[in-house]
Every structure is written in C-alpha cells, then in structure tokens.
T-cell receptor
Framework: RKEVEQDPGPFNVPEGATVAFNCTYS??????FFWYRQDCRKEPKLLMS?????NEDGRFTAQLNRASQYISLLIRDSKLSDSATYLC???????????WGAGTKLIIKP | EAGVAQSPRYKIIEKRQSVAFWCNPI?????LYWYQQILGQGPKLLIQ????????DSQLPKDRFSAERLKGVDSTLKIQPAKLEDSAVYLC?????????????FGEGSRLTVL
C-alpha cells in the first residue's frame, strides 16, 4: 500500500519561534494534499489544504513539492496553542481514498 | 449545523466479547469513513462508504469486523469477537462529495478498551 511518512517528533519549540516539518508521499499520482491538526484525545480537524502554488493562512504556510514528493508546513510566531499533532493526508484517487501519516507532535514551550 | 455523532464515547469489554459503534454523519454527506486510531499512530482506514455502497474495505479485518450503512445515512461498526489489539479509538468521519477538496469532518470517536 502507498505510504505517507512523517517525522513523529516531538518537536520542542520555544514560543515565538518558527517551526517547519515535512511529509513525504510515495505515490506520484497523488491528487490532493492536506494538513490536519489533532489535539490530545480529540478528533482530527482540517488545518489547511495544500495547493500546487502553495498557500498561506495567517501564521501557517503549506507548500507542495511534486518533484520531490513532499509537502511542508511552516508555522511562524508559534503560540502555546499550536501544541498538537499535525497529520499529513494524501488523496490518491477520484474515490477520495485518503492515506494518513502517523503525525508529527509539536510542543510549544513558554 | 450538527456535527458527526458517535456513540458510545467509551466502552470497556473483555476479549472475545462483541461491541458495536454507531455513527450519524452530517446531513447530506454522501461519504462516510470508519477509522481505527491506536495511540501514537495516524488514523487507519477500516472502511469507506459512498452512500450505502462500500468503496474500500481492504484493511477491514473481515473475520471479526463488520460495518453497514443500510440506508446511506447512519452506520454501525461491529467487532466480534474482540481482541486485545482492538483497543483503540474508532473515528467516524463524513464528507460531502465535492471533488478533491472536501473537508472530512470527524466525530469525537469511540474509545474502546479490551481487557
């Protein structure tokens, strides 16, 4: 089965710093890409879709590199509330069959 | 708008017993997913429905797991008999069929402990 891989972390980052993490995917035909955020003992929630041209939402920037088959998430001016697990999700086909990474745990420290 | 409803929130059973989880997706959402999430791992797809048809159940352990979505609305996931390794959170998610960009909405999950 095709895979999506993430560094599990944890990334321990001081408040106010910039942090970035990547996610690699194995299926070059993958159609669309997403970052979901999951707080401890909560359900995942969509953070951002990732577009080919890259996209930004406030302090969050997502990029797609099709040639190297990875997506990235950059968080600027990190807040304590950004502490969570960030899940990379790849849509492989028209049936919207999603492949999930195991997540990267981010801990923002005061 | 009401979210995805799941029940029960918590369930503790002994191995070899059976358990059933229920999910009611967001109204109008054609696609429904059941995921298993073990602590420290990403969600693992068990089964995906499009209306009342199965799109993908390749990772469903069919010897013990079953799921149905008879009227294309709510769904049940059953485990019989349960094993210790089935201890996990069972997440239901739904999505309105709108091409590739449709967001998945998750329920709060059903946390299963098998003793």
């Amino acid at each position: 089965r095709k895979e999506v891989e993430q560094d599990p972390g944890p990334f321990n980052v001081p408040e106010g710093a910039t942090v970035a993490f990547n996610c690699t995917y194995s299926n070059s035909a993958s159609q669309s890409f997403f970052w979901y955020r999951q707080d401890c003992r909560k359900e995942p929630k969509l953070l951002m879709s990732v577009y080919s041209s890259g996209n930004e939402d406030g302090r969050f920037t997502a990029q797609l590199n099709r040639a190297s088959q990875y997506i990235s998430l950059l968080i600027r001016d990190s807040k304590l509330s950004d502490s969570a697990t960030y899940l990379c999700v790849v849509n492989e086909d028209s049936n919207y069959q999603l492949i999930w990474g195991a997540g990267t745990k981010l801990i923002i420290k005061p | 708008e009401a979210g995805v409803a799941q029940s029960p929130r918590y369930k503790i059973i002994e191995k070899r017993q059976s358990v059933a989880f229920w999910c009611n997706p967001i109204s109008g959402h054609a696609t429904l997913y059941w995921y298993q999430q073990i602590l420290g791992q990403g969600p693992k797809l068990l089964i995906q429905f499009q209306n009342n048809g199965v799109v993908d159940d390749s990772q469903l352990p069919k010897d013990r797991f079953s799921a149905e979505r008879l009227k294309g609305v709510d769904s049940t996931l059953k485990i019989q008999p349960a094993k210790l390794e089935d201890s996990a959170v069972y997440l239901c998610a739904s999505r309105h069929q709108v091409g590739y960009t449709g967001e998945l909405f998750f329920g709060e999950g059903s946390r299963l402990t098998v003793l």
